[in-house]
């Protein structure tokens, strides 16, 4: 079994950065792929990005490429988010997922609670 909880959203201006974490425990992170996902309101929840268990193979949203990066912490059992040049359309729930494989899909057996993003022009 594993928690996870997601931390570091907040308020930003557009052209701003946030960096997300999040934090699991039961297990080590470095058990499973981890991704994040976000959903605005009135749309469905999107795959953003995700990182093997390696580390090796890590995969972004077209949306995103190039303005945000996911990073394993050195404890293992942390994983990040960090966002720059922030979007007004970058605004959502964000949440952290874990698995056994790397997807672009919700198969995921474990999820977060969220954390709240939000961009403003």
């Known amino acids: 079994q594993v928690q996870l909880v997601e931390s570091g959203g907040g308020s930003v201006q557009a052209g701003g950065s946030l960096r997300l974490s999040c934090a699991a425990s039961?297990?080590?992170?470095?058990?499973?792929?981890m991704a994040w996902f976000r959903q605005a309101p009135g749309k469905e929840r999107e795959f953003v990005g995700g990182?093997?268990?390696?580390?090796?193979?890590?995969y972004y949203a077209d949306s995103v490429k190039g303005r945000f990066t996911i990073t394993r912490g050195n404890a293992k059992n942390t994983v990040y988010l960090q966002m720059n040049s922030l979007k007004p359309d970058d605004t959502a729930v964000y949440y952290c997922?874990?698995?056994?494989?790397?997807?672009?899909?919700?198969?995921?057996?474990?999820w977060g609670q969220g954390t709240q993003v939000t961009v403003s022009s």
């Open positions: 997922a874990a698995g056994p494989l790397l997807r672009v899909g919700r198969e995921y057996a474990y």
């Open positions: 039961g297990r080590t992170l470095t058990t499973y792929a």
């Open positions: 990182i093997d268990r390696t580390g090796g193979t890590i």
